[in-house]
T-cell receptor
Framework: GESVGLHLPTLSVQEGDNSIINCAYS??????FIWYKQESGKGPQFIID???NMDKRQGQRVTVLLNKTVKHLSLQIAATQPGDSAVYFC????????????WGAGTKLIIKP | GAVVSQHPSRVICKSGTSVKIECRSL??????MFWYRQFPKQSLMLMAT?????????EQGVEKDKFLINHASLTLSTLTVTSAHPEDSSFYIC?????????????FGPGTRLLVL
């Protein structure tokens, strides 16, 4: 496994607006992608996942979009709430990796009142 | 479902002592658990993959004699930081993969904050 990036990008969003967090991945063999939310001082929390045979998946207030052509993944959060403040990580996995996850750098989401 | 616990949540120890961290999958069996280390404002760094009943697989640069991993059952893995030094201070997080399914999703524990004085 590897971690990527030493700098944490930040996204500030007005409460009630939609948030879009982006992630680029590098391995075209990756076939499974996960978004995690990590609040300060806590472990990552599973949000939503998507397999490479899909391009969109929806959950409660969240949508993940996958564009395999440009190797891009996004997480959309509808009607952002103060409780959504956290660092969001994308992670990718492929069959040859022994279930290890390759992590993105993370994006810190800040909610403005 | 898919709850993972870690104990302790926070530990302060003196340099040279050993610290054991437990990771438990509470409502599922996990043949594979992972141990991560995380520095402030950084992503997770995989230290080792722990497989039940066999030796752990360590990532490059991680000393297996310093970070002892034991995965004695399908619900418990332990990480022992031996002869801890201040540079070992970090946030240690475990995760568990659901067993018996084609399922790559890892569920994470709440983390253990280690401070070595």
């Amino acid at each position: 496994g590897e971690s990527v990036g030493l700098h944490l990008p930040t996204l500030s969003v007005q409460e009630g607006d939609n948030s879009i967090i982006n992630c680029a991945y590098s391995n075209s063999a990756s076939d499974y992608f996960i978004w995690y939310k990590q609040e300060s001082g806590k472990g990552p929390q599973f949000i939503i996942d998507i397999r490479s045979n899909m391009d969109k998946r929806q959950g409660q207030r969240v949508t993940v979009l996958l564009n395999k052509t440009v190797k891009h993944l996004s997480l959309q959060i509808a009607a952002t709430q103060p409780g959504d403040s956290a660092v969001y990580f994308c992670a990718e996995n492929h069959l040859d990796s022994n279930y290890q996850l390759i992590w993105g750098a993370g994006t810190k989401l800040i909610i403005k009142p | 479902g898919a709850v993972v616990s870690q104990h302790p949540s926070r530990v302060i120890c003196k340099s040279g002592t050993s610290v054991k961290i437990e990771c438990r999958s509470l409502d599922f069996q996990a043949t594979t658990m992972f141990w991560y280390r995380q520095f402030p404002k950084q992503s997770l760094m995989l230290m080792a993959t722990s497989n039940e009943g066999s030796k752990a697989t360590y990532e490059q640069g991680v000393e297996k004699d310093k970070f002892l991993i034991n995965h004695a059952s399908l619900t418990l893995s332990t990480l022992t930081v031996t002869s801890a030094h201040p540079e070992d201070s970090s946030f240690y997080i475990c995760s568990a993969r659901l067993a018996g399914q084609y399922q790559e999703t890892q569920y994470f524990g709440p983390g253990t904050r280690l401070l070595v004085l």
